[in-house]
């Protein structure tokens, strides 16, 4: 057992399972800072995100999320834009005729199961550090301090980036570190089906995990673009949703007190926290600031 862990169970066994939390948060944000700065690709891509703190001030960019609205949406004015995808989005390069200017992974489940197939794309990649110093990917490879402690990550060693529960949030955080004044989100459905075929298995789990299961797939998954995203065999882990919502507040919050707009453009979206505006809107090229 771990000294974290010996000192988890200590800790809630007193004063219960939050404070410990916090506490084990701390510790393990320590100790990754640490990691990464020791590591030769850590220290490496620190310096390489230093660089590119606003080299695209003044600029729009999009985050495209993964969802199934997708599918009901004419992406093609998108080819010549700024865009952020993550995950397997690279699965629709070929039917949208374009790739993402940027593509980021932070889950183990992603970084380990598909995040050779990431690295072999035309994207810019980033990917956690946390996960990925355990795979033999390309030092093309930017790799990213992520860390737990709950804040809007404006440097990448300060204080790195905040997980959030998905990886949308760290396409935010690196969006306005880059100096995009304006971010449109799409394909941020906020919408799971998390019983069924799509999450049959559940993976056991280690008392101390706080974190939502993991579970396997055993067929088509509803939740994605296509229905291969999460197919047969994969492993996922079910969201957090209170977790999330709480990063993509701090978010709003921190691109509103910068002067900064981030609206949301997704057809359907379950998504409540940033002001909508419709995709057609955007694309005609009306001023995000009088459709928000």
Known sequence: MTLRKKVAGVARAAVGSELPARVGGAFDDSFLLSSYLRSPWGRESAQRLVGMRDRHWGKRAFIIGNGPSLKNMDLSPLADEYTFGANRIYLAFED???????????????????????????????????????????????????????????????????????VTHFSMQLAYYFGFSEVILIGVDHAFVETGIVAAETLPQDADDLRPAVVVSHGDDPNH????????????????????????????????RAGRVIVDATVGGKLTIFPKVAYDDVISGKPLRELS
Request: with cysteine.
């Open 225 to 256: 673009f296509t229905p291969g995203y999460f197919g047969k065999g994969v492993k996922w882990q079910l969201p957090d949703w209170q977790q999330m919502e709480a990063a993509y507040a701090e978010t709003r919050r921190a691109y509103e």
């Open 96 to 166: 949208l005729g374009f790739h993402t200017t940027f593509l980021s992974a932070i889950a183990v489940e992603i970084i380990e199961q598909f995040g050779q197939e990431m690295a072999q794309t035309p994207c810019e990649v980033f990917m956690s550090h946390k996960y990925a110093r355990f795979q033999d990917l390309p030092r093309t490879v930017t790799a990213f301090l992520a860390r737990r402690g709950p804040h809007f990550g404006t440097h990448p060693t300060r204080w790195g980036f905040y997980e959030g529960a998905t």
